[in-house]
């Protein structure tokens, strides 16, 4: 069918649908010369030349390269974000699968251990009837994966077993060492992570210098002293010679707050020598390699101040292999403490593990035992998400 144009001639007259005097006077209104028609006619070619440069200003913009770049870095920051929350998965995944193994090391590497429970209750004069009869009340003469399996289902429930030495459930016990070493622990972290890091930086800062190597050498020094002979001329010096402090860690029942801390001085100071090494070493090698990065020199060359670069750029990326060092120490100064607690006659979680492994008490020691390795991860899983949300490298680097 022909293109029929809607005015003029040609159209068919039963399909007008307007009538004649209106359609001849739009004609006469929009004709080429009249004032209507130029107006209309400049009108469309500005609306046209608006679109056009509209559709390629868009054009241009979304192929740009910054645009390209921006979608790119919030596609990558999505995925980044995503990407920490399936690590910090996998590292729940991992802390059950470690403690489930923790579990059957500690179960039977306490059945390997030499001695017999009923026998250490009972005493050496006891007849073999009466301690047979005493295992099998106890339970220690069943297959080992029937304990096992009691033992691992029981803590699952809440239940870590009966003391053979107390004839008491084990929690109680468990909770009250683990609450004192936890305030030991306490007090020595809040002293020796802000000295080990302050004195880091100031090495790292002087690099080469005497106040590098007089903290760098002091670290070590201490590092490698024992606890057991720092512990000894801490008591002797400050508890015997100047009585300036308690040489006893328990202040006993009911004691205030200050009473506490007084008597915790003396035990914290052979951790605080032993720890400030190895933090001061993290934070003086971690804050010597941001000095040398390229971030460093560039904010040093758009003409920052030394100490806005530290503050800004040096100190966040140089503390961060510290967080680790902290976390990986938690365990040492929860239970590894069974010298400083026996010394300073704490009643500490490591104390009570030396205690029942004496004994015989196999339900105290494993329960102890693997109190501590999840006190352990726990530390751990929060150091490995701490350096991941502060880390940003990480979580663009698992992104891509």
Known sequence: MPYLPIFGAGYPASLNRTSQPVQAGLSSRFEPGSPAGLSRLRAGRVYGAFTRDLAATARAHYASPSHGIRLRRSLVLAKGAGWVAVYILKRLGLALVTLWLLSLIVFFACQVLPGDPGRAILGNLASPSAVAALDHQLGVDRPLVEQYWTWITGILHGDFGTSTQFRAPVEPYISAALVNSLKLAALAFVIVVPLGIVGGVVAALNYGKAADRVI??????????????????????????LKVLPVSASA??????????????????????????????????????????????????????????????????????????????????????????????????????????????FPMLAAGVL???????????????LYTVLNPRLRVGGAE
């Open 252 to 361: 006993g029942a009911g004691a205030s707050a200050g009473s506490q801390l007084k008597h915790l001085i003396l035990p914290a100071i052979p951790l605080i020598l032993v720890l400030f090494g190895y933090i001061a070493r993290m934070a003086r090698a971690g804050t010597i390699e941001a000095l040398n990065s390229d971030y460093a020199r560039t904010a040093t060359l758009k003409g920052l101040r030394r100490p806005v670069v530290i503050r800004r750029h040096i100190l966040r990326n140089s503390l961060l292999p510290t967080i680790t060092v902290i976390a990986t120490q938690t365990g040492y100064l929860i239970g590894g403490l069974v010298i400083v607690e026996t010394l300073f006659n704490y009643q500490g979680i490591g104390n009570l593990i030396y205690q029942a492994a004496k004994s015989k008490d």
């Open 216 to 241: 760098s050498v002091a670290g070590l020094s201490a590092t490698t002293v024992p606890e057991f002979v720092s512990g000894i001329v801490v008591i002797v010096v400050f508890g015997v010679a």
């Open 371 to 385: 109190t501590i390795g999840i006190v352990y991860m726990v530390a751990t899983l929060i150091a490995d998400i």
